[in-house]
Each structure stands twice: as C-alpha cells, then as structure tokens.
C-alpha cells in the first residue's frame, strides 16, 4: 500500500469531534477493537464521555440512550429544532431528532410551562417520513460541533463508514440526539432506576477518590475512562480543578524537548513494538500509576484498569525523562488526565531537583484509606482476587488477616488456606542466585524422572527473572525436550519426584491439558476464551528441605522447624516444536503479552497461544513460525521476527 493510499485510508473520521463507544453489551475484547478501528482510521477517541460530541454504542432507542448516558452522570435533554430551516449544532442537516421535546403553554393562570420530554419508544422508521425531506450535507462535513450538544450513532455505522471508506449519514444510524444539561439536584421520575443501576459505581468512586464529598466522588468515577486520541487531535477541555495548563514559562525554557521516538510520531500502541527496559527513566511517576491501577482493580473497574495499563505501559518505553506535562500528551495511550497526574506528581515533590518524595493524591488512597488498604492486603493472599477480597470485607465482614483465621479458616478454600498460612513468606522476594538454584534441582528430577535419550531435558527460567529482576514475586521454569514422548506427562513424575525429595511441600494445581490433546497447539474455535496459556503445568509451593551448615543444629534435642523460606514455583512443560512460543508467552509483562496476541490478530488473523499460533478461520490451521530454530532461543527470536514484531531482549518487555 503507497503511503498517500495509508494517508487516506487513515482519514475517514479525521474531521470528526471526539467520539466516545459505549460498553453496553460489548466484550472487553470487542470494545478494544472498536476503539482501534475507529483509531485506525483518523477518529479523536475519549474515555471521558462528558467530552464527546458523538457516542457510538450498541442501543437502539432513545430512552435507552438517555439512561446510558445518565447513568455515566451524563446529563441531556433531547433537541427541538426551531424551524426545518434552522440547522441544528451537531451537523449541517436541518433534520429532527428521533424524539422530540414539545413543550405545553400555561395551562390557566399564571403556572410556568410545563415541559414534557417524550422518551416513547416507537421505531425510527415511525419518523422517516420528515427525515426524507432533507438533503444537506451530514455529520462528516462538519468539524465545528456545538459544545452542548451530542448524538448517539449505532456502532454499526462505524464499521458501515469504514467499509464505504467514508463517513456515511447519519441519519439511518441516529438513535438519540441530546442537549447537555446540569445534573439535577431533585431526583426525578426515572432516578429510582439509575440510583440501583449506579450504587455500585457510587461504592467504587469513592474508594478510588478516597474523597469524602458524594457528588465529587460519583464524578470522578463516571469519568474515569480517560480521552486517547492522535497527537494531531486537538485535546479535551474538559478538566478536572487541578489542571494542566501550559504556561509561558514552559515554552521559554532554554533546555529543548528530547526528540520523539519512531513509535510516538507514528503513534503505535501495541506495547510489544516498542522496547520498555527495566528501569525506565519514570520510573517513580509509573510507580504512582501503578498503584491507582492496583485501586482500580480493588474496585472491579476493568476498563479502568486496561487504560492505565496501556498509559503505563507507553510512560515505560519513553526513553527520556519528562520534565514538562505536554510531552506525555504526546505519547499513544496517554492523556490530559496522566498529564493532570504528573502535575501533581511534580507539585509534590516528584522531580529530580528534590529529596522529597512525589506522590498522587489518588494513588496515596492505596495506602491511606482504611477500606482500600484491607482490601488490598486481602488481594494479595495467594489465590485470592479482587471480588473474592471483597466479599471477605463486604459480606463476611473481615477486616484484617485475623479475622478470615480466626471467623472463616474452615470456609477458605485449601488453596486460600495455603495462601493465607505462608502470606508473609510469600511477600519476600525471591533473589536471582536462589531462582538459579531452583531451576537447577528441577532440571536435575526431570532428568531423573527421563533418563533416556541422548539429548537432556532442557530447563529455562523465565518471568521476572529473565526480564532482569534481582527479586522476583515467584519462579517460573519451562521444561522442554526435543522429543515429544518424553515431555509427555512429564509434570506428573517431575512434581511426584520433587515431592519425594521434600522439595514441593504443597501442589496448588496440576494441568495435564496439554498431554491430554497430544501436545497439540490449542485448536481454534471461533473467540476461544480458555486462557493465554493452556500447557501442562504445575503451580506448586517450594522449601528447600536443607539446611546449611549455620542453620543445623548445633545442639541434642528435637529438630528446629527449617529456617528456609516457602517460595511460590511454576513450573511449564512444552513440546520442543513449540518451545518459542511458550518462552515469548512467558517471559513479557502482562501489557507486552496483551498487546501481542492483540497484534497477532490485528496484522494476521491468528490467535497466539504459549502452545502455538493457529489461523483464525474455519480450519485453524497451525502457523508454523519456528521451523529453521536450532535452539530454544533461536525459535523464540524467530517467532518474534515472523509474527511481525521483531527481536527485543526479555529486558526490553518490561511493560509493567
């Protein structure tokens, strides 16, 4: 494709307002890829729905309309054009809202109007008769929207637009067009339903605002889905009170901006296209992202926490330090929100001119609200996630680790229990010498268990530790032979042997799926949702059952208890033909192994998986991209370069 063809499959939506999609109805996986389309192809994409002039969403009538955007504490009141001749703000047309207003005279003396807001719910097709009278030009040809008016357009038509390679009228997809009006202070007839409907959402906002006021902290989680559009869009101007606003001062410093990387001009949001090291040059601003995405999972805001991954992930590769908020206006994925976020970083503290330590009002919530902070001590118990941590502090009523020991230890299940029994054991890190030595017994049992052959059972460890952490939160290990009969069930006696030695003191789980389909990559079944990784696999708790030479007893008398630590150890089994595949899959941070299987599909149509890559349509054929790989790092070096994304070292996919 020639570069001016790009330009203009790019630009369909480029003269479009800032559009935002509803999750009504949709799939994470499938809001994604909306969003990317539209991205794609030149649309202003914004989480924050007060911003938005168009809403795409899969709603067909207005009254749905209205409550999806009340509901987001999106106020409207639907639109009454004046005249036929009177062109409406949205777009050029003259044509009448799908619902209208009509407002009703005094009814005697001297009472005010009374306005009526019809959300009937008859069918477009009852109003086509006016809208066939109309013939000016619709919403593409305009760019310049009134600022309190918005639409809400079935999702259809984007992909319709996309596929026409224009953007087509509206008419045919509009299903609500509404005026923006203040949040009332009386509730209204329908305020009983979006009480319920919102409850949760009110609970949620104010743990992760952590400020007292109610109208604030609903707010501030109606909005928490943050604007991502092109550099060249223009930027939001709606604005929390503490805003960024670019002074004078700014544009005179002496010192110029760092010249921006390829990803950033060409905008790439796939995390895997781009190297993010371990130690990148923000890293105590990330830190503070870190911690409000950690609240937003506490509070089961998935969406909340998918886009402070990817602003994160984009803060890690940038290769220099930010001194100024509009440089991180102009990195993919992020916002004016990290940009509002890094100012006060900044004003706090956060910069190298100063001892004190930056901090975020909203990622101190973590460790300074009382609710979040049990919480989150509750999450971090091994085989507890966040709706089972908060059900532990909502319905059963704990408050410490205590309290699940001493009112509910027989209703944890034994994996919780083994969670909770070695809880601090499990927060120390474990050092890059004692992962090395684990790998080391566990290479030594699986030749044990395998002897035969002339090629040894191979063992790689990867995770944190390939990635170059000195302390990682447990250790992964792949196990790997040339010859498929001897992986074959090999977890089973590698775990039995161990167990044998004292090595594992507790098996948490054991998947045997692999071995089950012949070692086979996982088949494709249209949207197969099993998992990222479906090998043979044991997740086991570790102690060294020796004690050295300090640590023996030196004394007569009963045994002391073993001074070694209980480490969390994972340990992977893969076929040889598919060895790259499960490295790759295991080596990257969460964002990098998302945003891989993300491109795999976008670029080819296959579906990744640690056990291989199979084509995404009726046969699902398996993609072989490791033929030519003598070694396993050489399968996964060309498993890189032929899914498109070319060589980076682990150290580089340190995404967060």
Same mark, same amino acid.
């Given at each position: 494709?020639?570069?001016?063809?790009?330009?203009?499959?790019?630009?369909?939506?480029?003269?479009?307002?800032?559009?935002?999609?509803?999750?009504?109805?949709?799939?994470?996986?499938?809001?994604?890829e909306?969003?990317?389309?539209?991205?794609?192809?030149?649309?202003?994409?914004?989480?924050?729905?007060?911003?938005?002039?168009?809403?795409?969403? $899969?709603?067909?009538?207005?009254?749905?309309?209205?409550?999806?955007?009340?509901?987001?504490?999106?106020?409207?009141?639907?639109v009454?054009?004046?005249?036929?001749?009177?062109?409406?703000?949205?777009?050029?047309?003259?044509?009448?809202p799908?619902?209208?207003?009509?407002?009703?005279?005094?009814?005697?003396?001297?009472?005010?109007?009374?306005?009526?807001?019809?959300?009937?719910?008859?069918?477009?097709?009852? #109003?086509?008769?006016?809208?066939?009278?109309?013939?000016?030009?619709?919403?593409?040809?305009?760019?310049?929207?009134?600022?309190?008016?918005?639409?809400?357009?079935?999702?259809?038509?984007?992909?319709?637009?996309?596929?026409?390679?224009?953007?087509?009228?509206?008419?045919?997809?509009?299903?609500?067009?509404?005026?923006?009006?203040?949040?009332?202070?009386?509730?209204?007839? #329908?305020?009983?339903?979006?009480?319920?409907?919102?409850?949760?959402?009110?609970?949620?906002?104010?743990?992760?605002?952590?400020l007292?006021?109610?109208?604030?902290?609903?707010?501030?989680?109606?909005?928490?889905?943050?604007?991502?559009?092109?550099?060249?869009?223009s930027?939001?101007?709606?604005?929390?009170?503490?805003?960024?606003?670019?002074?004078t001062? #700014?544009?005179?410093?002496?010192?110029?901006?760092?010249?921006?990387?390829?990803?950033?001009?060409?905008?790439?949001?796939?995390a895997?296209?781009?190297?993010?090291? !371990?130690?990148?040059?923000?890293?105590?601003?990330?830190?503070?992202?870190?911690?409000?995405?950690?609240?937003?999972e506490?509070?089961?805001?998935?969406?909340?926490?998918?886009?402070?991954?990817?602003?994160?992930?984009?803060?890690?590769?940038?290769?220099?330090?930010?001194?100024?908020?509009?440089?991180?206006l102009?990195?993919?994925?992020?916002?004016?929100?990290?940009?509002?976020?890094?100012?006060?970083?900044? $004003?706090?503290?956060?910069?190298?001119?100063?001892?004190?330590?930056?901090?975020?009002?909203?990622?101190?919530?973590?460790?300074s609200?009382?609710? !979040?902070?049990?919480?989150?001590?509750?999450?971090?118990?091994?085989?507890?996630?966040?709706?089972?941590?908060?059900?532990?502090?909502?319905?059963?009523?704990?408050?410490? !680790?205590?309290?699940i020991?001493?009112?509910?230890?027989?209703? !944890?299940?034994?994996?919780?229990?083994?969670?909770?029994?070695?809880? =601090?054991?499990?927060?120390?890190?474990?050092?890059?010498?004692?992962?090395e030595?684990?790998?080391?017994?566990?290479?030594?049992?699986?030749?044990?268990?395998?002897?035969?052959?002339?090629?040894?059972?191979?063992?790689?460890?990867?995770?944190?530790?390939?990635?170059?952490?000195?302390?990682?939160?447990?250790? =992964?290990?792949?196990?790997?032979?040339?010859?498929?009969?001897?992986?074959?069930?090999?977890?089973?006696?590698?775990?039995?042997?161990?167990?044998?030695?004292?090595?594992?003191?507790?098996?948490?789980?054991?998947?045997?799926?692999?071995?089950?389909?012949?070692?086979?990559?996982?088949?494709?079944?249209?949207?197969?949702?099993?998992?990222?990784?479906?090998?043979?696999?044991?997740?086991?708790?570790?102690?060294?059952?020796?004690?050295?030479?300090?640590?023996?007893?030196? #004394?007569?008398?009963?045994?002391?208890?073993?001074?070694?630590?209980?480490?969390?150890?994972?340990?992977?089994?893969?076929?040889?033909r598919?060895?790259?595949?499960?490295?790759?899959?295991?080596?990257? =941070?969460?964002?990098?192994?998302?945003?891989?299987?993300?491109?795999?599909?976008?670029?080819?149509?296959w579906?990744?998986?640690?056990?291989?890559?199979?084509?995404?349509?009726?046969?699902?054929?398996?993609?072989?991209?490791?033929?030519?790989?003598?070694?396993?790092?050489?399968?996964?070096?060309?498993?890189?370069?032929?899914?498109?994304?070319?060589?980076?070292?682990?150290?580089?996919?340190c995404?967060?």
């Open positions: 494709m020639s570069m001016d063809a790009k330009a203009s499959h790019g630009a369909i939506f480029s003269s479009l307002p800032l559009v935002f999609i509803l999750s009504t109805h949709l799939s994470l996986e499938a809001l994604d909306a969003e990317s389309r539209l991205m794609e192809h030149g649309g202003k994409l914004t989480y924050e729905i007060s911003e938005a002039k168009i809403i795409l969403g $899969q709603v067909g009538r207005p009254k749905r309309a209205a409550l999806e955007l009340r509901c987001r504490g999106f106020w409207t009141e639907e009454v054009p004046v005249s036929n001749s009177t062109p409406i703000s949205i777009s050029t047309s003259s044509e009448p799908t619902k209208r207003r009509r407002k009703e005279g005094p009814q005697g003396g001297n009472d005010a109007p009374i306005e009526i807001i019809d959300l009937s719910t008859e069918s477009e097709s009852e #109003e086509a008769g006016p809208r066939n009278h109309e013939s000016t030009p619709h919403l593409a040809t305009k760019t310049e929207v009134d600022e309190n008016e918005v639409i809400v357009l079935k999702l259809e038509w984007l992909d319709a637009s996309i596929q026409a390679g224009v953007c087509l009228p509206q008419e045919s997809f509009m299903v609500y067009r509404g005026r923006k009006i203040p949040t009332p202070t009386t509730p209204g007839i #329908e305020e009983k339903y979006l009480e319920e409907k919102s409850s949760q959402i009110i609970e949620r906002a104010k743990m992760d605002a952590g007292p006021p109610p109208s604030v902290q609903i707010s501030d989680h109606r909005h928490a889905r943050r604007s991502k559009e092109p550099s060249a869009g930027s939001s101007q709606h604005h929390p009170p503490t805003l960024y606003r670019q002074t001062s #700014e544009n005179d410093e002496k010192e110029p901006s760092p010249s921006k990387p390829d990803w950033v001009r060409d905008h790439i949001l796939f895997c296209l781009r190297s993010a090291p !371990l130690h990148p040059p923000n890293e105590e601003f990330i830190s503070q992202l870190v911690k409000i995405r950690r609240i937003r506490l509070t089961l805001d998935q969406i909340g926490v998918r886009a402070y991954s990817t602003s994160i992930a984009s803060l890690a590769a940038y290769p220099h330090v930010i001194r100024r908020p509009s440089e991180i102009a990195l993919p994925g992020c916002d004016i929100k990290i940009a509002n976020l890094f100012t006060q970083w900044q $004003q706090h503290g956060g910069c190298e001119h100063t001892d004190d330590d930056g901090n975020v009002a909203a990622a101190d919530a973590l460790d609200d009382p609710v !979040l902070r049990v919480l989150n001590s509750f999450y971090q118990i091994w085989g507890v996630g966040a709706k089972t941590a908060r059900e532990f502090y909502y319905h059963r009523g704990w408050r410490d !680790l205590d309290d020991v001493e009112h509910g230890w027989s209703s !944890l299940s034994r994996v919780q229990q083994i969670g909770l029994k070695y809880y =601090d054991e499990f927060q120390e890190g474990v050092s890059r010498a004692e992962s030595s684990i790998a080391d017994i566990i290479r030594e049992h699986a030749n044990r268990v395998r002897p035969e052959g002339d090629d040894k059972v191979e063992c790689v460890i990867v995770g944190g530790y390939r990635r170059g952490k000195e302390y990682s939160g447990d250790v =992964d290990v792949i196990l790997t032979h040339r010859d498929d009969i001897v992986t074959k069930n090999l977890i089973i006696d590698v775990v039995a042997s161990l167990e044998s030695d004292q090595y594992i003191t507790h098996t948490l789980a054991l998947h045997v799926t692999s071995s089950h389909r012949e070692q086979q990559t996982l088949p494709f079944h249209g949207e197969d949702s099993r998992g990222f990784d479906t090998l043979d696999k044991a997740l086991v708790v570790w102690q060294n059952p020796h004690c050295s030479p300090e640590q023996a007893d030196s #004394e007569e008398g009963p045994p002391k208890r073993n001074p070694n630590l209980h480490r969390r150890v994972d340990i992977i089994i893969s076929p040889w598919t060895v790259g595949c499960a490295v790759l899959g295991w080596s990257g =941070d969460t964002t990098f192994q998302r945003d891989l299987r993300r491109h795999a599909k976008k670029a080819h149509s579906k990744f998986d640690s056990s291989g890559v199979r084509a995404r349509d009726s046969n699902g054929q398996v993609v072989d991209l490791e033929h030519g790989g003598e070694t396993w790092e050489q399968r996964e070096r060309l498993v890189m370069e032929r899914i498109g994304i070319g060589w980076r070292a682990p150290q580089e996919r995404s967060r």
